[in-house]
């Protein structure tokens, strides 16, 4: 065998060794572009970090403008019937066309949050109620008053979106401790509204307190860029790259990995569609979402604003009352418009509030141990005995005491309702359903706080239990 044959047979032999060595890699870069992710699977490999804590602090932040908007009724209240001389059933009309603005804003705007995303409705609705509240400062009529306070509920509707937002970032086994502890945003706004009140009410007058109020607002506008539009609303909208990035955003805010291979989730044409809170699947838990809604709406609400009613007119049955509270809202020769609160009375209503946050930790360990489903059932029967309760003639920190209580039982039993509602539908549908269960809630806001009384029986109905679920992403119809 001569040299050149012998060459040719070395390079040859050399070539085979070297396609064999190649192989194993090719076939490990094949098996690796084979594999695939959902963002449900990226949400739970990513796990908690640094984005979810900036995510909780932006995102919480939203729950003060809400509290805010809401509590400014019941500070502003005394202050509008005695500039307009305003009989109850205005001063009542006022509450009812916020939450009127809300309810109808509130099926538009999960409509368009699972049509458009999410981002544009709660950023929108930062800016539109910020922009109708500081117009309320300036309002010339009681007419002017309250249509703009509905636009300012419309705007509000739009920000209580965000609570769909921020759930579909969390893994699942944080949700449960995460979302509650965003109470402490909603007790702040009610605070902060109330100490405005206070120190501004008297001094300058309830018109530069709703100017000051929307500063939280302008500065969350502000801070609202470091919040991305949902991976989930962009799966479901076939915008996988988008998604893809705002994943490996968070990926690398938080020092974390994606999954291996390649994200994969069919879009979906089906988005914001009503027929699928209706379908076979969800209808029974539709209509119980809703009426549980109702419940917890009416029950919330009953408790602040009729608080702030009765401190105002002086209606408790108190047995150690101050001087204070022995001038009457009626009289045999009319009514009188003028009783503003008193220091007592914004320290009732700022102890009341405290109520929101000292109850959490037992709220998380009903959501991780008996589930979402008991969770309601049980805090609904007791916010029915505590408003029975009140009707008990007692001392003023007999009162504070009951009321204290029943704020932090029925604002337990709001977070449960919020969670279950964004954890049991799917992607194509959540924002919707959040919208419509809200708009059900402004209308028991609307109207009086017994009927918590039949409110839990419908809880133990609901057909699924959703603690530790993984979020739907996709729905089928059956």
Known sequence: MDDSMKTQLVSAIHLQEVELQEKPADNEQDTKTCQTYTVEEAVETIGFGRFHILLFVIMGSSNIVEAMEIMLLAVVSPEIRCEWHLDDWQVALVSTMVFLGFMVCGVLGGYIADRYGRWKVVFGGFVWSAYFSLLTSFAPSYGWFIFLRSMVGCGV???????????????????????????????????????????????????????????????????????????????????????????????????????????????????????????????????????????????????????????????????DGDQEHQVKHRHEDGLCYCIPFGLSDYQTLLISCLGEVALVPINICLLNVVGRKMSLTV?????????????????????TVLLFLLRSLVSMNF?????????????????LGMGFCTSFSRIGGMIAPFIAQVGSVSCTQVSSETRGRALQQIYMFY
């Open 379 to 399: 805090l609904q029967l007791l916010s029915a005995v505590l408003f029975m309760m009140v009707n008990i003639c007692t001392t003023m920190f007999g009162f």
């Open 157 to 319: 509707a739009g920000v209580s979106q965000g609570f769909v937002l921020k759930t579909e970032f969390i893994p699942a086994k944080y949700r449960a401790y995460l979302l509650p502890l965003a109470t402490i945003f909603w007790m702040t706004g009610s605070m902060l509204i109330i100490v405005l009140g206070m120190l501004v009410v008297p001094t300058l007058g309830w018109r530069w307190m709703i100017r000051i109020s929307v500063t939280p607002s302008v500065i969350l506008i502000f801070l609202f860029k470091f919040i991305p539009e949902s991976a989930r609303y962009n799966v479901s909208a076939g915008n996988i790259e988008a998604a893809v990035k705002t994943l490996q955003w968070i990926a690398k805010m938080n020092r974390a990995s994606l999954p291996p291979g390649q994200l994969v989730e069919p879009a979906e044409k089906e988005r914001g569609s009503w027929r699928i809170l209706l379908s076979s699947s969800f209808r029974r838990t539709s209509l119980l979402l809703w009426y549980s809604w109702f419940v917890a709406s009416f029950a919330y609400y009953g408790s602040v604003l009729s608080s702030s009613e009765l401190l105002e007119k002086n209606l408790l049955c108190v047995t």
């Open 415 to 431: 977070n449960v309702v919020y969670i279950y509602t964004a954890e049991v539908y799917p992607t194509v549908a959540r924002s």
